[in-house]
């Protein structure tokens, strides 16, 4: 499945996997520069944190782990945590948006890195993989 031409492109992959669980893991505990994420008092500013902190971080570091130890499940969980970067990134796009100006710098940045990761994840698995889904067809 893993040949040596893919050897590259696989290790770029799990290194951004992991490096984005771990940005997700340690940002989401100080919310994002507004302070310790379990002293907040408005809840409404520690949704995305809080999803951060138990969805992506933890799909991110085992989508690394899976893809660097080259299991076939590696790459789908990475199709599936690409979903979750999408979708969190678009939902960063609206709420800067809906808040509008002036919005941090900073607050763009990482949905952009999350959304070209997973357009490009997804890119690569196709152009590199068959992948089959059993129908019933």
Same mark, same amino acid.
């Given at each position: 499945?893993?040949? &040596?031409? &893919?050897? $590259?492109?696989?290790? %770029?992959?799990?290194? /951004?996997?992991? =490096?984005?669980?771990?940005?997700?893991?340690?940002?989401?505990?100080?919310? !994002?520069?507004?302070?310790?994420?379990?002293?907040? @008092?408005?809840?409404?500013?520690?949704?995305? *944190?809080?999803?951060?902190? %138990? /969805? =992506?971080?933890?799909?991110?570091?085992? =989508?690394?782990?899976? %893809?660097?130890?080259?299991?076939?499940?590696?790459?789908?969980?990475?199709?599936? @945590?690409?979903?979750?970067?999408?979708?969190?990134?678009?939902?960063?796009?609206?709420?800067?948006? !809906?808040?509008?100006? *002036?919005? +941090?710098?900073?607050?763009? $940045? +990482?949905?952009?890195?999350?959304?070209? %990761?997973?357009?490009?994840?997804?890119?690569?698995?196709? &152009?590199?993989?068959?992948?089959?889904?059993? @129908?019933?067809?």
């Amino acid at each position: 499945m893993f040949s &040596k031409y &893919k050897l $590259i492109s696989y290790r %770029i992959f799990s290194l /951004l996997f992991f =490096t984005t669980g771990l940005f997700a893991f340690v940002g989401s505990l100080f919310c !994002w520069g507004e302070g310790w994420l379990f002293e907040q @008092t408005n809840l409404q500013n520690i949704i995305l *944190p809080l999803a951060d902190l %138990i /969805l =992506t971080a933890p799909l991110s570091i085992l =989508t690394a782990y899976g %893809i660097a130890s080259k299991k076939y499940w590696g790459i789908y969980l990475g199709i599936f @945590t690409s979903g979750i970067y999408s979708l969190g990134s678009i939902l960063v796009f609206i709420l800067v948006i !809906w808040n509008g100006n *002036p919005y +941090p710098l900073q607050l763009i $940045i +990482p949905p952009i890195f999350g959304l070209s %990761i997973s357009i490009l994840y997804v890119i690569w698995v196709l &152009k590199n993989y068959k992948i089959k889904f059993k @129908t019933k067809y």
